[in-house]
């Protein structure tokens, strides 16, 4: 019988390399990104049965990235392995395409097991997904703000100005300035701090 064949797209090195060290045994490791970009291109070169993918990643956060391989016809199983405990973002992994969500800290034979059941057309959300959905703002802000506004967040959230982040998207200051102004606009907060705050309780940067 041929092992399920995996894709693993997480930006934290030490523990991408424990789950590399804990899924070899079980399955084919295919290989590991560190950003939603790679992950996209990785997926249509090798073709994996099951993808295991994080939410908050630089470049193309998970949930954008997910978005793109299945509007691209991928049939790859995806799993969302992350740390946010949160039922909203359950929802919205599976409006994106997921088949399983699965928290950090229960990575382990309960993994393994989320694997096995995506791998075979079944839905595996882990029992340890407790809370409840925060407000209704909280759901219209993950389908008003645009991958390019993410990519423009996420290069704020790493202390850039806007004019390197424009230098880094090749585009003008000024579009990245109405960039960061339609996202506050959006999500109802009024400064940078409070900005990033918003968006690293959401998962859309990490």
Avoid: W
Wanted: proline share 3%; with cysteine; net charge neutral.
């Amino acid at each position: 019988m041929n092992r399920i064949r995996l894709l693993l797209a997480d930006d934290h090195l030490m523990f991408a390399e424990g789950l590399q060290s804990l899924l070899r045994d079980e399955f084919e490791l295919l290989a590991t990104v560190a950003n939603g970009r790679e992950l996209i291109d990785m997926t249509f070169k090798l073709n994996p049965d099951v993808i295991l993918v994080d939410i908050s990643m630089p470049v193309l956060n998970g949930f954008d990235a997910v978005r793109e391989i299945t509007r691209r016809g991928s049939e790859a199983r995806i799993i969302f392995l992350t740390m946010h405990n949160d039922a909203t973002l359950v929802a919205e992994a599976l409006r994106c395409g997921a088949s399983g969500y699965i928290l950090k800290q229960a990575a382990g034979e309960e993994l393994i097991t989320a694997i096995r059941e995506v791998a075979h057309g079944n839905t595996y959300i882990s029992p340890l997904i407790t809370t409840l959905p925060p407000e209704s703002k909280t759901r219209h802000a993950q389908k008003t703000i645009t991958p390019r506004q993410r990519e423009v967040l996420y290069l704020i959230s790493q202390g850039l100005t806007m004019r390197q982040v424009a230098a880094e998207l090749k585009i003008s200051t000024r579009t990245a300035e109405s960039h960061k102004y339609e996202i506050m606009q959006s999500l109802g907060v009024d400064t940078t701090a409070d900005l990033i705050r918003y968006c690293l309780r959401l998962g859309l940067i990490s």
